[in-house]
């Protein structure tokens, strides 16, 4: 009895130093930064402190948000559709333009569109795609007006 009371013990302390530690280490966001994808942002909107990471939306955006001067979040089914070609791959390399249109143009959603549209075509070569790919996601990303 004595004994169990002590491994169970040290089973709940090993537990919470762990857990400790794991708290401690948490970013500020608990995603880390998407590295493929950050290196196209930096390169699409001309911000060196350019960030993307893959994470759930926390405010219901649909697809990704812009939450900071120069960073934005992109759902996780977003991130996976610009890395694997599919019918769904356009609409979400235009998120991808568009949450960057943020970082250049700020707050204004037609901005941000705007500046979408206008360089689609180049954050798809950005993000690898090759120029038929990257004229088949221009011509099938739906913009808002601008
Ligand atoms: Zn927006």
């Known amino acids: 009895m004595r004994k169990e009371r002590t491994t169970l013990a040290v089973v709940i302390t090993t537990a919470l130093v762990f857990c400790a530690g794991a708290l401690a280490a948490t970013p500020r966001y608990s995603s880390p930064v998407n590295t493929k994808l950050t290196q196209a942002m930096v390169s699409y909107t001309g911000r060196a402190d350019a960030t993307v990471r893959c994470f759930h939306v926390a405010d219901g955006a649909d697809g990704g948000t812009w939450i900071d001067t120069a960073e934005v979040q992109l759902e996780p089914r977003i991130c996976a559709r610009i890395r694997v070609w599919s019918i769904w791959t356009p609409s979400a390399v235009e998120v991808f333009a568009h949450e960057g249109g943020h970082i250049v143009k700020g707050m204004s959603e037609g901005d941000a569109e705007c500046y979408a549209k206008a360089n689609?075509?180049?954050?798809?070569?950005?993000?690898?795609?090759?120029?038929?790919?990257?004229?088949?996601?221009?011509?099938?990303?739906?913009?808002?007006?601008?």
């Not at 180049?122 to 099938?140: S, T």
């Open 120 to 146: 689609i075509r180049r954050a798809a070569r950005l993000l690898g795609f090759g120029p038929h790919k990257a004229d088949v996601i221009k011509a099938q990303a739906l913009f808002d007006a601008c």
